[in-house]
């Protein structure tokens, strides 16, 4: 499932949404703590501003270890876009000086009322409402919005340009989001289980059914008792694919999809973590053709 190299992982953010360092630099650096916000920084700000990831698309971005050089440039950051919620758990040891962007506080949430305390594991990470919000493009709209609203007071001369930038990306998801729904109608409903819980805002925006998240914890397998039920469940259920993400175990996913009588659909659940997803628009687009083929 993990059809793209390292070597071409760390290409592809140097030529696609990461910022040109050969150019003039911008007198402005925005600090992203994910390649999703990377991307949609890019879309609106343009060249105006240099804009960095601190997470690479491949690595787990509740666990990430910030290297000297990133604090460094946490640093002398004009502004830091962070998921918020538990996301980015690892930020709060930074010591960071700029203003801080919580682009949550702006999004439609789920799981917020869920309970995360379980009795025979450590508290979930996702402890105030599930954090993968950026896969609902709806809410990409919305994000957009805030960041332009920043931007455009970091940078006061070039708030027409980002306003104007943000109403191109809005009409363009919209019409994207057309065909989207049209190639996923057939499929309403559809029955599926994911192994992390990333998913629940794309599904919830496509019409898909999730039965279950086969890692109740992130990154930690479930126990022999706890797939026997996955395994019963999704037979009841009439499951018809398993949702992997790029650093799902390959050996479980089989595991998962063989017991349950399912399905392997690999998705990607952030820009450049693939080289299709080259932006926010192709990200969407790349797993919408991917679901249309595993169900067809």
Request: hydrophobic share 50%; glycine share 2%; with cysteine.
């Amino acid at each position: 499932m993990r059809a793209i190299s390292t070597f071409a992982l760390a290409m592809l953010l140097a030529f696609s949404v990461a910022p040109r360092r050969a150019a003039a630099a911008s007198q402005f650096l925005i600090i992203a703590t994910t390649t999703d916000i990377q991307a949609l920084i890019t879309a609106i700000a343009g060249d105006k501003v240099d804009v960095e990831s601190l997470a690479a698309p491949s690595q787990d971005p509740h666990s990430l270890e910030l290297k000297p050089g990133q604090l460094v440039r946490l640093r002398s950051a004009s502004l830091v876009v962070r998921i918020g919620l538990d996301h980015e758990p690892w930020l709060v040891r930074a010591q960071i000086k700029a203003p801080v962007l919580n682009l949550s506080e702006n999004v439609r949430l789920l799981q917020t009322e869920t309970p995360r305390l379980r009795v025979e594991r450590q508290s979930h990470v996702h402890a105030f409402g599930n954090p993968h919000y950026w896969l609902d493009p709806e809410n990409a709209k919305a994000m957009v919005i805030s960041l332009s609203r920043a931007l455009g007071k970091l940078i006061p001369a070039d708030k027409a340009f980002f306003d104007a930038n943000r109403d191109t990306f809005i009409k363009q998801a919209d019409e994207h989001m057309v065909a989207w729904k049209k190639a996923l109608a057939p499929y309403a409903g559809t029955r599926i289980v994911v192994v992390h819980d990333t998913w629940i805002y794309f599904a919830d925006r496509f019409n898909l059914s999730i039965v279950a998240a086969a890692e109740a914890t992130p990154g930690v397998p479930p126990s022999p008792a706890e797939l026997a039920k996955l395994y019963s469940r999704m037979r009841e259920a009439k499951v018809r694919l398993v949702v992997a993400d790029p650093n799902s175990n390959d050996s479980l996913v089989r595991q998962i999809a063989e017991h349950g009588n399912a399905r392997i659909v690999a998705l990607v659940p952030s820009v450049c973590a693939d080289l299709a997803a080259r932006d926010y628009l192709s990200l969407i687009d790349l797993n919408v053709a991917r679901l249309v083929k595993a169900l067809r």
